[in-house]
C-alpha cells in the first residue's frame, strides 16, 4: 500500500508547487470574487468580458510561485454584440435588458486573444464566485507547508531533548521526562489553539504552534531508541576510544535511530494537516483570503443540508485522501524499516 500513498502525496505536492502555471485563476491566492457567479455547479460554462483595471497590485514574488495580478477584472456577460466601433454586453445572467457599453480602452486588450473568453468552472465556485478548483489546488500548499515546517519543528527539538535524557540519564533525564509528561498532559489541540492565541493568527502562527506540541512523541521515540542503543558493543567501544559524546550520538547511535523517526514523522504529517485544517475551520489558522481546506469547509458548511453539499464535502475529501496517503505511508514504512519483523518474516 505504500507505492500508490507515495504516488498521491508526490502528485499532490507537485500539482500544488505548479498551481500557478496551469489552474484557471492564477491570481494570487486565487481570489478572483465574481458573485454572479456564486454557487454555481461544476462544469458551468460562462461568456467573460475583460475590463481594464485602475489599479494592478505589485508582483509580490515570482508569477509561477505568487501568482500574477491581471491587469483586467472578467465580468460574467450574458450576451455580447458590437456596432461598429463599439462592443455592447449584458451582465450576467441576464438575458434581457439595457445593454451596457465596454470601454474603449479594453479593445485593446483583443490583441491578447479577445476581450470576451469563454470560462469553464470544472468544479464550480464557492459563495463568493471564485473557481474553487484553484482554490482547492491552492490550498494543498498550506497543508503540506504546515505538516512540513511542524515536522521540522518537532524534530529540531524532539531528538536533542529525548537523545540527552537517554545518554546522560540521572537528573537530566528526569528533568526532561518531567517537560514531557507535562507537556503530553495537556490536550493537543487545546495546546495548539493556546498557543495560537498567544501568537496570534496567521499562517506562520500555525506552523509554530503545532510543531511545538508535536516534539513530546518524537522525544519519547528517541529516548527509547537511545537507551537501548547506548549499551550496543559499538557504542561502548567509541567510548572506551575515546570519541568525545557528541561524536558518539551524532555519528553512531541516532543514525541507527532513524527509522522509527521515519515512520513518527509520517503519522506527525497527517496529524499537522488534521490540526491545521481544524484550526482554519475554526477561524484562527491559515486568515483569508489564503486557501485553506479547514477554511473552505468552514465558508460553506451550512449547505451539507442543501443542494451544494460538494462545496464542503469536496476539500473534507481531499483533507481525506491525503491524511489517508501519510498514514498508509507511516504503516508501510513501518513494516519494511522493522528489522525484527522480517527476522519473523523470514524465519516463519
Not at 461544476?42 to 505568487?66: D, H, I, Q, Y
Not at 470544472?122 to 500548499?141: K, P, Y
Not at 537511545?226 to 543514525?255: C, N, T, W
Request: glycine residues 10%.
Amino acid at each position: 500500500m505504500g507505492g500508490p500513498s507515495l504516488v498521491v502525496i508526490v502528485f499532490v505536492a507537485l500539482a500544488a508547487l505548479t498551481a500557478y502555471t496551469w489552474i484557471p485563476d492564477a491570481t494570487p491566492q486565487a481570489n478572483q470574487m465574481n458573485l454572479a457567479l456564486a454557487n454555481k455547479a461544476p462544469g458551468m460554462k460562462v461568456n467573460t468580458l475583460r475590463l481594464p483595471r485602475e489599479e494592478r497590485e505589485a508582483a509580490k514574488g515570482p508569477a509561477w510561485l505568487m501568482g500574477a495580478s491581471r491587469g483586467y477584472r472578467e465580468v460574467a456577460v450574458s450576451a455580447v454584440k458590437q456596432e461598429g466601433d463599439t462592443l455592447l454586453y449584458r451582465r450576467y445572467p441576464r438575458e434581457k435588458g439595457a445593454w451596457q457599453v465596454m470601454p474603449r480602452d479594453s479593445l485593446l486588450l483583443k490583441a491578447e486573444g479577445g476581450a470576451v473568453w469563454n470560462r469553464t468552472f470544472w468544479l464550480g465556485t464557492d459563495r463568493f464566485g471564485r473557481d474553487l478548483l484553484s482554490r482547492l489546488v491552492l490550498g494543498a500548499r498550506v497543508s503540506l507547508a504546515v505538516g512540513l515546517v511542524a515536522v521540522f519543528i518537532s524534530l529540531l527539538i524532539g531528538i536533542p531533548l529525548g537523545a540527552m535524557a537517554a545518554y546522560y540519564g540521572g537528573w537530566i533525564d528526569k528533568l526532561i521526562l518531567w517537560l514531557i509528561n507535562v507537556v503530553w498532559s495537556i490536550p493537543g489541540l487545546l495546546l495548539v489553539i493556546a498557543l495560537t492565541l498567544a501568537l496570534g493568527k496567521g499562517f506562520w502562527q500555525v506552523f509554530v504552534a503545532i510543531g511545538f506540541t508535536m516534539w513530546v512523541e518524537v522525544a519519547r521515540v528517541i529516548r527509547g531508541q537511545v537507551l537501548s542503543i547506548r549499551e550496543k558493543e559499538y557504542v561502548q567501544a567509541a567510548r572506551v576510544l575515546g570519541f568525545g559524546d557528541m561524536r558518539i550520538l551524532g555519528r553512531h547511535i541516532l543514525p541507527n535511530a532513524v527509522a522509527p523517526l521515519i515512520v513518527i514523522s509520517a503519522a506527525n504529517f497527517a496529524a499537522a494537516i488534521l490540526v491545521e485544517s481544524g484550526l482554519s475551520f475554526l477561524g484562527i489558522g491559515a486568515q483569508p483570503p489564503t486557501p485553506s481546506w479547514g477554511g473552505m469547509i468552514k465558508d460553506h458548511y451550512a449547505y451539507i443540508i442543501m443542494d451544494k453539499a460538494y462545496l464542503a464535502l469536496i476539500p473534507g475529501l481531499a483533507i481525506m485522501l491525503l491524511v489517508l496517503a501519510f498514514m498508509t505511508l507511516g504503516n508501510a514504512l513501518r513494516d519494511v524499516l522493522d528489522v525484527r519483523s522480517g527476522k519473523e518474516a523470514a524465519g516463519a
